[in-house]
């Protein structure tokens, strides 16, 4: 009986969407006739020959110019570019989980599209409708990703059925993962209130990612970077929301 019920899911309208407004240039005035004609092609001495003459300094800012569109790619990406550029759930995701955005429901298990890489990194999920999930860090891996996380190997997650009364519609979960320390920590905040530390193990394989998973009709709204529209409760001193970043292999 309870795998013949089903949740209608209606994901509401995503204040973190992007609009553009297309910017209409001026147009030049029309020449008048008081106007000079420009210089002709022959007359080459009101034209200055270009220099292509370059010192050793300029040389050193073209080589670090070229070593940041390398390394920092997003600070060189175009306006088309730099909508992709965010940080947001990635394909890797359970068969029934449904994703809008920055909302996710359903049931299973979704990855975010990059991992932490920062030694502070500090992120939110909003409560949008009530139900389990499990929120954290994983490794890498698309087997499983039908269950919850805490019943998945290779995660370090907090699971709202500890405090099913406290962790209700409109409550914010924060998680604060430190990797300063020799063992990586992850904190749990609730509405601002640290709740649970988490030690992670110290044989981490690579990267991790931040992870989370639904059941039971839940819905969360995420706030991964706080770059869009401010956390709600953080981040904690010496922390900042999750990195984008790209791989250049």
Known sequence: QNLARTHVISFPEDRHRRTHTPTHLPQPPPPSNNDSPPPSLSDSKSIPAPSHS????????????????????????????????????????????????????????????????????????????????????????????????NERKR???????????????????????????????LKIYLNGKLIKTIKCSKDMHGDVYPCVSVEEGCMLEANF??????FQYGPPQHFSGIMYTRDIL
């Not at 300094?57 to 997003?74: F, N, R, T």
């Not at 991992?115 to 992120?123: D, K, L, S, T």
């Not at 997650?157 to 998680?175: A, D, N, P, Q």
């Not at 970077?225 to 401010?230: I, R, T």
Request: aromatic fraction near 10%; charged fraction near 20%; proline fraction near 5%.
């Open 225 to 230: 970077e706080g770059s869009l529209h401010n």
């Open 155 to 185: 995660t370090w997650t907090f699971s709202s059925r500890g405090i099913k009364s406290e962790c209700k519609k409109g409550s914010t979960v924060g998680l604060a993962y430190d990797l300063s320390d020799i063992r990586p920590v």
């Open 54 to 149: 370059s010192s050793p300094m300029a040389d050193q800012l073209s080589k670090l110019c070229c070593c940041l569109k390398v390394y920092l790619p997003c600070l060189f990406a175009d306006a088309k570019d730099s909508q992709t550029a965010l940080v947001s759930f990635s394909d890797v995701k359970g068969p029934r989980v449904r994703i809008s955005n920055f909302y996710v429901a359903g049931v299973g298990t979704a990855l975010v599209n990059v991992p932490v890489i920062q030694n502070r990194a500090y992120w939110e999920f909003k409560v949008v409708e009530a139900g389990h999930f499990c929120a954290g860090v994983c490794e890498p891996s698309k087997k499983n990703l039908d269950l919850q996380l």
